[in-house]
């Protein structure tokens, strides 16, 4: 008996050691479940789904002004509620609240009202269609009509086309990713009120590089962090490096950048993408690559990352035509307000005896020469490898004083050059 004991432990033993050598065998190998993190879930429901983000640009921008309507009924100060009584007296003449329940699409739901005039960015948009209606969930920002950030809005839209009638059933808690939230889109008809009706908004390239330019505009004044993820990775390291110095460059020039203007524009269709060049009144750009609609990359200038055609263009030119496009970079840099980068390419012992810091030079450039610049080339001439460019320079806006300047270059590989000036 005391063998079979002895026996039948060696036996346990033996199968623990041959279980726990598989094992360690299965994990040296890999062979064992995957370890998931959880993550945390923002909304009820949620699942990946890409297929119905809003790609249509009529859709999307005519979706974007009825939220507007609707950020304007629940403004209790709109002047849409105010009037002249009998007695002559201008007051309010109806209640807010009347107004909102036409476009609810729940019209027993509580809505704050709003205490100003807002505006309304478009951000994401996704849509479900049935026969009758179309349902949108919207995501975008809010801001006041001096540029300050109001918070984000979340939101359903629905729209009956067959009476363009809308309705708006706001989402009170925030969503962190729309395209991952299940919603269903149920077979009715809106009633047609007063407050609404919506009229579809007509898209072209014009309207959309405004939109685009509008948009840029709106983000980097109000949430300049929201601006920053936009532009294109490559320029913004080598524009800005971080999301402070970008800040600091917004907050600088905040009260140039709130009046800025689009005056003209350019559509380049490339094979993968669409380019939208949009120039203000400055003569300054904001270049858009659009892969999707609302799916941007946006770049400042065309300088800090010189394209090919710009490398070909100067590779195949005469010395006088290089000197000519430095310098129209160098101008372009201090039209943008990107004082380190026009700096950085003087000639080290000019600009250390001169200025001594980035910060001497700007404050030099803004005393003494014109806010926004243009440009107008004059004499030039060269002996061995010194280069020397006369321009004038004259105030954009005001076009009344000039400013002569004297540039000396030299020409070093590639498309890199130094320079200095009288």
């Known amino acids: 008996m005391k063998k079979l004991k002895i026996i039948i432990i060696i036996s346990i033993i033996a199968i623990i050691v041959i279980v726990g050598t598989i094992l360690f065998l299965k994990i040296r190998e890999g062979d064992v479940p995957e370890i998931v993190e959880i993550e945390e879930i923002s909304h009820a429901g949620e699942e990946e789904d890409n297929s119905d983000m809003v790609k249509d640009a009529t859709k999307f921008f005519t979706v974007a002004s009825c939220v507007s309507q609707y950020l304007d009924i629940i403004n209790e100060k709109s002047s849409i509620y105010y009037g002249y009584n009998e007695n002559n007296e201008y007051t309010r003449i109806m209640d807010p609240q009347e107004n909102i329940q036409e476009i609810l699409t729940n019209p027993d739901k509580k809505v704050e009202l709003l205490e100003e005039k807002v505006k309304f960015i478009p951000l994401q948009m996704r849509m479900i269609a049935n026969e009758n209606t179309e349902k949108y969930l919207v995501y975008g920002m809010i801001q006041n009509l001096d540029n300050e950030y109001k918070g ?21 808690e925030e969503i962190k990713d729309i395209k991952k939230i299940n919603f269903t889109n149920e077979e009715q008809i809106i009633e047609e009120k007063v407050r609404n009706l919506y009229e579809e908004v007509e898209v072209d390239n014009e309207y959309l590089c405004k939109r685009y330019f509008d948009i840029y505009k709106s983000l980097s004044l109000a ?26 460059y917004i907050s600088d020039n905040r009260e140039e950048l709130e009046g800025l203007r689009l005056t003209q524009y350019l559509v380049n269709d ?3 993408y669409m380019q939208y060049v949009c120039k203000n009144q400055y ?30 263009t100067y590779n195949s030119t005469s010395n006088q035509k290089r000197v000519m496009m430095n310098v129209d970079k160098w101008i372009q840099m201090l039209n943008n307000r990107d004082y380190r980068a026009a700096y950085e390419v003087l000639n080290e012992t000019f600009r250390n005896n001169t200025f001594g810091s980035e910060e001497q030079f700007e404050a030099y450039i803004k005393e003494n020469y014109p806010d926004h610049y243009k440009i107008e080339f004059s004499t030039y001439s ?6 020397v460019q006369k321009i004038k320079l004259k105030d954009v806006a005001e076009e009344k004083e000039e400013k002569e300047l004297e540039i000396i270059m030299r020409l070093e590989e590639g498309i890199d050059f130094v320079m200095s000036f009288n």
Do not use: W
Request: charged share 35%.
């Open 283 to 312: 003569e300054n750009l904001v270049i858009f690559d659009e892969t999707a609609l609302m799916n941007l990359k946006i770049k400042l200038d065309t300088y800090t990352i010189p394209t090919d055609k710009f490398k070909t």
């Open 382 to 387: 060269d002996e061995d490898a010194t280069h």
């Open 223 to 248: 949430k300049p962090e929201k601006a920053y993820e936009l532009l294109e990775e490559e320029y913004k390291k080598q524009r800005f490096g971080n999301l402070e110095t970008y800040q600091k």
């Open 152 to 172: 984000d809005i979340y939101t359903y839209v629905t729209l009956c086309p067959e009476n363009a009638t809308f309705s708006i059933d706001p989402i009170e």
């Open 270 to 272: 490339n094979e993968e």
